[in-house]
C-alpha cells in the first residue's frame, strides 16, 4: 500500500496546478521546484536573489527528469518586500510555497531591521496579495527557533517560550499574521517549523553559512571545522527531501487545518560532536585528507538554542508525513554533491 503522500503526487501529476515558489532561488526552494517540475506542476518562482543563486535554478534545469519539464517553469526576479510584485506573481496561482526569508540567527543580531523588514514585511505582502488573488493554499516556511528558551523536549508545536533572536521573533510574528489572517479573512495557510535542514545546494560560503556545508568545506580544505560551545549541543537534523514532502502534502491537505503550524523533522537528535565525527569519516572515505582533524571549540554564540528535537506526531496525523530520508542518506547526499562539484572544480576524473 502506497503512502499519503505517493497517492497526493499521483494525484497532482494526472491534475496539473500552478505553484508559487518564493525564494525560488534558494536552497530549499530549489529543490521545491524540482520536484514540482517533475511532477509535471506549473511553476512560478520568485527571488530578489539576496541569498538564493542562479546556479541553484541552473542546476535544477540540468536535473533528469526536469530539462523536459522546465518551459513549464517561469522566474521573476523581484523582492516580496514588494507588494505589486506579490501580486503580480501570485495571479493566476493555486498554491503558494512561500519560503522567501532572511535567515540565520547571527546575522539577524547584527541586522535586525533586514530580518524584520524581509520575514515579517515581506510575508504579509505574501499573504495580503494571496488574498486579493484568491489563491488556495498558502504553506509557509516557519523555524523551530520560535520554541526559544522553552526547555522540554521533545518539542511539541503548543509549547513555545520566549524567542532568543531577531530572527526566532521574525518567524514567530509570521505565524501569528497567518493565524490572524485566517480568522479574520479566510486565508489557508499552514506553517512549517524546520528543523535544520539539510541537502544538497546548501550555500557553504559566507558568515551565516547552515554548520553542515560549512563543515563539509571546511574538511575538504583541511580546516579544522569550528564548533561553538562544547560540542553536545545537539539539533534534529532534516533532510531536505522531507520538507519538500511537508510542503506538498500540506498544500494537499484538508481545509479545517487553516492556521496551524507543523513541526517538520527527523524526530531525533544528534550532537555536533556527533555531527562532526560522521562528516568527516564520510570525507575521509571520498579521499580528502581530513581524518586526523579535530574540530576547533569556540565561545558559544548568543541565541543559539542548547536541544532540539521534534515531535512530528501531528504533521504525521493530519497530513500523512513520514519521512523518507534518514540522516544518514540525508548527510551522504551532501558529501556526495560536494565531492563532486569539487572534483569538477579540479578537473579530477568522476
Keep these: 500500500m502506497g503512502t499519503v503522500f505517493e497517492a497526493r503526487a499521483q494525484a497532482l501529476a494526472a491534475q496539473p496546478r500552478t505553484w508559487l515558489v518564493t525564494g525560488a532561488a534558494g536552497f530549499i526552494g530549489s529543490h521545491l521546484v524540482e520536484s514540482l517540475l517533475r511532477l509535471g506542476q506549473r511553476v512560478v518562482g520568485l527571488d530578489n536573489f539576496a541569498t538564493g543563486s542562479r546556479t541553484n535554478l541552473e542546476l535544477v534545469a540540468q536535473a533528469p527528469g526536469v530539462r523536459e519539464a522546465w518551459p513549464g517553469f517561469r522566474m521573476i526576479e523581484a523582492d516580496i518586500c514588494d507588494l505589486d510584485a506579490c501580486r503580480a506573481a501570485t495571479a493566476g496561482v493555486d498554491f503558494v510555497l512561500h519560503q522567501a526569508a532572511l535567515g540565520s540567527v547571527p546575522r539577524s543580531i547584527q541586522r535586525p ?39 522540554h523536549l521533545p518539542k511539541t508545536e503548543g509549547r513555545i517560550g520566549r524567542p532568543l533572536s531577531p530572527y526566532a521573533a521574525s518567524k514567530r510574528i509570521g505565524e501569528i499574521y497567518a493565524e490572524v489572517f485566517a480568522s479574520t479573512h479566510g486565508l489557508w495557510a499552514v506553517g512549517l517549523r524546520y528543523f535544520n535542514v539539510l541537502g544538497p545546494r546548501q550555500d557553504p560560503s559566507g558568515p551565516y553559512a547552515a554548520v553542515i556545508p560549512r563543515w563539509v568545506q571546511a574538511l575538504a580544505q583541511g580546516e579544522r571545522p569550528a564548533i561553538y560551545g562544547d560540542g553536545e549541543t545537539s539539533r534534529d537534523f532534516c533532510p531536505v527531501q522531507n520538507v519538500v514532502q511537508a510542503n506538498l502534502l500540506a498544500a494537499m491537505a484538508g481545509g479545517e487545518l487553516a492556521g496551524r503550524v507543523y513541526n517538520v523533522a527527523l524526530g531525533g537528535r544528534t550532537t555536533l560532536n556527533e555531527l562532526h565525527a560522521l562528516l568527516r569519516s564520510g570525507m575521509a572515505r571520498r579521499g580528502f585528507d581530513c581524518a586526523a582533524l579535530e574540530p576547533e571549540y569556540r565561545d558559544f554564540r548568543p541565541g543559539d538554542v542548547r536541544h532540539s528535537l521534534a515531535d512530528i506526531t501531528a504533521a504525521q496525523r493530519d497530513l500523512g508525513y513520514e519521512p523518507t530520508c534518514s540522516l544518514p542518506e540525508g548527510l551522504e547526499d551532501v558529501m556526495d554533491f560536494f565531492a563532486g562539484r569539487t572534483s569538477a572544480v579540479r578537473g579530477d576524473a568522476i
Excluded: M
Design 113 to 151: 531591521l533586514d530580518t524584520h523588514r524581509s520575514n515579517v514585511d515581506g510575508t504579509v505582502n505574501v499573504f495580503l496579495a494571496a488574498l486579493e488573488n484568491r489563491v488556495s493554499r498558502v504553506v509557509y516556511a516557519s523555524s523551530s527557533s520560535v520554541y526559544g528558551d522553552e526547555p
